[in-house]
Nanobody
Framework: VQLRASGGGLVQTGGSLRVSCEASARTYANFVMGWFRQAPGKEREFVANLAWRGGTTSYADSVKGRFFVSRDNARNTVTLQMNDLKPEDTAVYYC????????????????WGQGTQVTVSS
């Protein structure tokens, strides 16, 4: 499975951005796509994920109510809509994918897209 991320960019505090991730392979029912981010000098952390079966989503506490994950079945694409962005959201965002349970630990994700930069200015 190859993942291709797009979107991101620069925005002021309170603004919105969107990042998307397209999977090259067919997304079977147990497919899970997750978003992680890594700020300079910090470890990569979980942001959100979406389980293809049922469309169940989960979010890190730091982004709940501000970030939303959605999918486009026809395009095998998952989009992370980021609202009310804060400077602490600045990071490189990575999409990852796995087959199985929707876990929040990056070590369980087998497939990764290239990172895309999100910068929030104060």
């Amino acid at each position: 499975v190859q993942l291709r991320a797009s979107g991101g960019g620069l925005v002021q505090t309170g603004g919105s951005l969107r990042v998307s991730c397209e999977a090259s392979a067919r997304t079977y029912a147990n497919f899970v796509m997750g978003w992680f981010r890594q700020a300079p000098g910090k470890e990569r952390e979980f942001v959100a994920n979406l389980a293809w079966r049922g469309g169940t989503t989960s979010y890190a506490d730091s982004v709940k109510g501000r970030f939303f994950v959605s999918r486009d079945n026809a395009r095998n694409t998952v989009t992370l809509q980021m609202n009310d962005l804060k400077p602490e959201d600045t990071a490189v965002y990575y999409c990852g994918a796995r087959y199985g349970t929707a876990l929040q630990f990056q070590r369980y994700y087998s497939y990764w897209g290239q990172g895309t930069q999100v910068t929030v200015s104060s």
